[in-house]
């Protein structure tokens, strides 16, 4: 039996990508340490630093997960999200990306009213 058996755990291709990208940035980082070299140092620190976007533009593309949990016929790592495309509520990478979900509500302009411009506690001069 599994500790995490009814849990899911949001192992996606994003995430594994992403993972995996970071850590070759973080192994190349050190062996800049060790080979003493600022140029290998500058190359894996900008590996680690791609790992973001590469993590953030598989999510966009469907390869992520939404927050929160999913049902368990989707917990495997290479299911496909197909509500990506219309953003995941609560989801910062989809409201960066200019997405909104079908469920979040969009806030209409109000109408401005008449007299907006002026303020009650003053007076018109006349």
């Known amino acids: 039996m599994f500790v995490h058996e009814e849990v899911d755990m949001g192992h996606t291709v994003a995430g594994w990508t992403g993972s995996a990208t ?15 070299s600022a140029h290998l140092a500058v190359a894996g620190a900008a590996v680690v630093l791609g790992a973001l976007p590469v993590t953030w533009m598989l999510h966009l ?3 992520g997960k939404p927050s929160g949990p999913r049902p368990a016929d989707q917990w495997d ?3 496909r999200d197909r509500a990506a495309r219309s953003g ?4 910062l990478g989809c409201r ?3 997405r909104r979900a079908a469920t979040t509500p969009r806030r209409l302009a109000e109408p401005a009213a008449p007299d907006a411009r002026v303020r009650p506690d003053v007076q018109p001069a006349g």
């Open 22 to 36: 970071a850590l070759a940035g973080f192994a190349l980082s050190g062996t800049a340490v060790v080979a003493g």
């Open 61 to 63: 593309a469907g390869w």
């Open 77 to 79: 790592w290479r299911v």
């Open 88 to 91: 995941h509520p609560d989801c």
């Open 96 to 98: 960066l990306a200019g």
